[in-house]
């Protein structure tokens, strides 16, 4: 840690002194904005505002190789530059936004009136599958005495996931057709049973050259930051289509992130020792071993609001509030195990992290592990066993540690339109 991370340190930016506010001074996350009839480009959270990084280099505020690539349209350049660019950044844009600086407003937009985009083109995405609560519980189903996956205690599980179609927070999902079993037939119809996934998306920094593993010694300096993923599943479709090759069709129709990425700089307040494994686990692969405190002290909720809700102006109800600090495997033993083979990460290129369900009651981090205990009745006294047309799922996180300034996410949203009408008319 360092000045910027100081829980004194304010800013002439009035709204990021609110206590509580998601972005304060000591985050200062990156992501890509737009105003009306203005090209997309970087900025920083700052309170309610956005820190237009172009229009300080343009004012002589910042300069060097980190601010000219944080301001294009996708920050890829700059996370290819690694953590060290980051920190550097980060030192220069605290210094701009602390109190006792310059107030420069002409700096600043709206969070309100600007849209937010993308923050990287994403080349390759990767979906793990890393709480051994989430695993156990859906498990159980396939299998109730030995409800895990074969690999699971070796390896973080993963499969590859579709870049083209992941989407910013805000982008509503068209519930997707598919093929599922019905009262004992194959149906091709829409989804019956569509589902969210509360994930943490892994943005990662620099490049392996193919062919040569990013050791776990090292692994935690190839993510560059963090954010919020919703991976959107249809069940039925999926277990449908999973054997044997896994999932398909039921989670490439979209995944959400949100747009702001917190650095991992802006982590370091808030990282904390790995949980340790449980009795009768075998050790953890020596490749795979790190002493680091890679785990991550965060709070994850999901929301659900349905359009009777908001309606009756019902605010979003919490349906699950999750510890990613629980997680079985680390960011920092996917990226390890990612590159083990020798598979090339690229600059921008996301990781989920899976789903982040904690073990106790209230922490699981989708509906098909909610419903294993029930419907969920909501204040408008509707009840949800999957997800309905129009409905609204938020997710907001919460990093918070002893003597640290709390910060926050952003959202990650996304509503759910209905299926379109199937376009290819039948031959014959």
Not at 44 to 55: P, Q, R, S
Not at 164 to 190: E, I, M, N, Y
Not at 265 to 278: E, I, T, V
Not at 322 to 336: C, D, L
């Amino acid at each position: 840690m360092d000045a910027t991370h100081a829980p004194g340190l304010r800013s002439w930016v009035e709204s990021a002194n609110v206590p509580g506010h998601d972005f304060p001074i000591q985050n200062l996350p990156l992501g890509v904005f737009s105003t009306p009839g203005s090209r997309p480009r970087g900025g920083v959270a700052i309170g309610d505002m956005v820190l237009d990084i172009a229009a300080a280099l343009a004012a002589g505020r910042l300069s060097g190789a980190a601010a000219e690539a944080a301001a294009e349209p996708t920050l890829n350049r700059l996370m290819s530059y690694g953590q060290d660019a980051a920190a550097e950044l980060r030192a220069r844009l605290s210094a701009l936004l602390a109190e006792g600086a310059e107030p420069l407003p002409d700096l600043l937009h709206p969070q309100s009136a600007v849209t937010m985009h993308l923050p990287v083109e994403v080349r390759n995405f990767s979906d793990f599958m890393a709480s051994r609560p989430h695993c156990e519980r859906l498990g159980r189903a396939r299998n109730r005495d030995n409800p895990l996956p074969p690999a699971f205690h070796h390896l973080p599980v993963a499969y590859h996931s579709r870049a083209s179609s992941v989407r910013p927070s805000g982008t509503p999902l068209r519930r997707p057709w598919g093929q599922f079993q019905r009262d004992g037939a194959v149906v091709f119809a829409p989804t019956e049973a569509l589902d969210f996934e509360l994930e943490l998306a892994i943005w990662i920094a620099e490049e392996n050259v193919l062919g040569e593993p990013t050791p776990i010694s090292a692994a935690d300096r190839r993510i560059f930051g963090i954010g919020l993923l919703n991976d959107w599943s249809a069940r039925d479709i999926q277990r449908f289509e999973m054997p044997p090759l896994g999932p398909f069709l039921s989670k490439s129709v979209m995944t959400s992130v949100s747009p702001w990425v917190v650095t991992m700089q802006a982590m370091a307040p808030f990282m904390a020792p790995l949980p340790p494994r449980a009795a009768g686990d075998p050790p953890c692969p020596a490749h795979l071993h790190s002493s680091r405190p890679d785990a991550m002290r965060i709070t994850m909720r999901a929301a659900i609001q349905t359009p009777r809700m908001a309606a009756a102006g019902i605010a979003p109800h919490v349906v699950t509030e999750a510890p990613f600090e629980e997680m079985y495997w680390s960011a920092a033993q996917m990226v390890a195990h990612h590159t083990s083979n020798g598979c090339n990460l690229l600059p921008g290129d996301l990781l989920g992290s899976g789903t982040v369900s904690g073990s106790r009651p209230g922490q699981e981090a989708c509906l098909a592990e909610l419903l294993l205990r029930g419907p969920i009745i909501l204040p408008s006294g509707e009840t949800r066993r999957f997800l309905e047309d129009g409905d609204c799922v938020i997710f907001t996180a919460r990093a918070e540690a002893p003597g640290a300034v709390p910060i926050g996410f952003g959202e990650c949203r996304g509503s759910v339109l209905p299926a379109a009408a199937w376009p290819v008319s039948e031959e014959g």
